[in-house]
């Protein structure tokens, strides 16, 4: 479902890399989106999409190669991330008072879906602070950016723009590359048929530099397939509690969480949404905790 790649740690630390200013060049922006953006929209609208929607999206400024979110995808590194600091005393008392603000959604989806509501807040704690923070990059043009990769040029380009030490082995980048690169163009669809049936703005929708959206940082696929309508407004909406909560709980319960469940089974389950053993075993114990 989720990315190996959806931590919160790794999205603050690029996000103040953009808010302190790290801007690439203008004409590197220009140059690579007129050779990116040219050869996906015929992709999308040969694969069904309005044609006017998407030229006058990729028209758009704001629209562009993102360089930034992307180098950081690559540079991602699960085994080096600190998880220990969503356990400690200040993190548990805040979702203490999360599971007090929201009992009535939570406990309304534990008993519809047999879902524990100490580890639906445990994911959004881990995910996003419980809101807190939710990623800055456009997930637009992180899904695009990425797509493009499966040509040499564009790949070429992002690989330029990392320093040095951060940089993976050149072959090691190029297999990553190509193996990503399909995936991204299966989420770009996803997330502009998703944008579309819920009439949300595209370019307005920011969240991880990997491309993961809203409080419970579902990627577009999973929107499609486990995202509920918690408040029911008639719109899915992740940036709203009540659509996230019952979204962990649909996506929970779709790979077999029950009341009860032992750990191991547990373990399994959420392992699904995040492809970590360290993120697994940080979630049970702050389930532990809550409890």
Same mark, same amino acid.
Request: with cysteine; hydrophobic share 40%; net charge positive.
């Given at each position: 479902?989720?990315?190996?790649?959806?931590?919160?740690?790794?999205?603050?630390?690029?996000s103040v890399s953009l808010i302190l200013g790290f801007i690439f060049p203008c004409f590197l922006v220009a140059e690579?989106?007129?050779?990116?953006?040219?050869?996906?929209?015929?992709?999308?609208?040969?694969?069904?999409?309005?044609?006017?929607? &998407?030229?006058?999206? %990729?028209?758009?400024?704001?629209?562009?190669?993102?360089?930034?979110?992307?180098?950081? %995808?690559?540079?991602?590194?699960?085994?080096?991330?600190?998880?220990?600091?969503?356990?400690? +005393?200040?993190?548990?008392?805040?979702?203490?008072?999360?599971?007090?603000?929201?009992?009535?959604?939570?406990?309304?989806?534990?008993?519809?879906?047999?879902?524990?509501?100490?580890?639906?807040?445990?994911?959004?704690?881990?995910?996003?602070?419980?809101?807190?923070?939710?990623?800055?990059?456009?997930?637009?043009?992180?899904?695009?950016?990425?797509?493009?990769?499966?040509?040499?040029?564009?790949?070429?380009?992002?690989?330029?723009? &990392? +320093? +040095?030490?951060?940089?993976?082995?050149?072959?090691?980048?190029?297999?990553?590359?190509?193996?990503?690169?399909?995936?991204?163009?299966?989420?770009?669809?996803?997330?502009?048929?998703?944008?579309?049936?819920?009439?949300?703005? +595209?370019?307005?929708?920011?969240?991880?530099?990997?491309?993961?959206?809203?409080?419970?940082?579902?990627?577009?696929?999973?929107?499609?397939?486990?995202?509920?309508?918690?408040?029911?407004?008639?719109?899915?909406?992740?940036?709203?509690?009540?659509?996230?909560?019952?979204?962990?709980?649909?996506?929970?319960?779709?790979?077999?969480?029950?009341?009860?469940?032992?750990?191991?089974?547990?373990?399994?389950?959420?392992?699904?949404?995040?492809?970590?053993?360290?993120?697994?075993?940080?979630?049970?114990?702050?389930?532990?905790?809550?409890?």
């Amino acid at each position: 479902m989720f990315l190996t790649n959806r931590d919160s740690l790794l999205i603050m630390f690029f996000s103040v890399s953009l808010i302190l200013g790290f801007i690439f060049p203008c004409f590197l922006v220009a140059e690579s989106q007129d050779f990116l953006f040219s050869n996906l929209k015929q992709r999308l609208i040969k694969d069904g999409f309005d044609a006017r929607m &998407i030229n006058r999206l %990729y028209d758009e400024p704001e629209v562009y190669f993102d360089v930034k979110s992307i180098s950081g %995808y690559f540079q991602h590194n699960e085994a080096k991330l600190n998880y220990d600091q969503f356990h400690r +005393p200040k993190n548990i008392e805040k979702a203490k008072r999360y599971l007090i603000t929201h009992v009535t959604s939570l406990e309304r989806v534990e008993k519809e879906y047999r879902v524990d509501k100490e580890i639906i807040v445990a994911i959004m704690l881990v995910e996003t602070r419980l809101g807190g923070f939710t990623g800055v990059s456009r997930v637009l043009n992180v899904f695009s950016t990425m797509a493009a990769l499966k040509t040499e040029a564009p790949r070429e380009n992002l690989w330029e723009q &990392i +320093p +040095p030490e951060k940089r993976m082995k050149k072959s090691a980048f190029k297999n990553k590359a190509h193996q990503k690169a399909d995936w991204a163009y299966k989420e770009l669809k996803a997330f502009l048929t998703y944008t579309t049936s819920q009439k949300l703005l +595209p370019l307005e929708i920011r969240g991880s530099y990997a491309g993961a959206i809203g409080l419970a940082q579902f990627i577009p696929s999973s929107i499609l397939s486990f995202a509920k309508d918690g408040n029911k407004n008639g719109q899915i909406n992740l940036f709203e509690h009540e659509d996230a909560i019952e979204s962990i709980a649909n996506y929970l319960k779709s790979f077999g969480w029950k009341t009860g469940i032992n750990r191991k089974d547990a373990s399994k389950v959420l392992y699904h949404y995040n492809h970590s053993n360290y993120y697994v075993n940080e979630l049970l114990t702050i389930s532990d905790l809550l409890k």
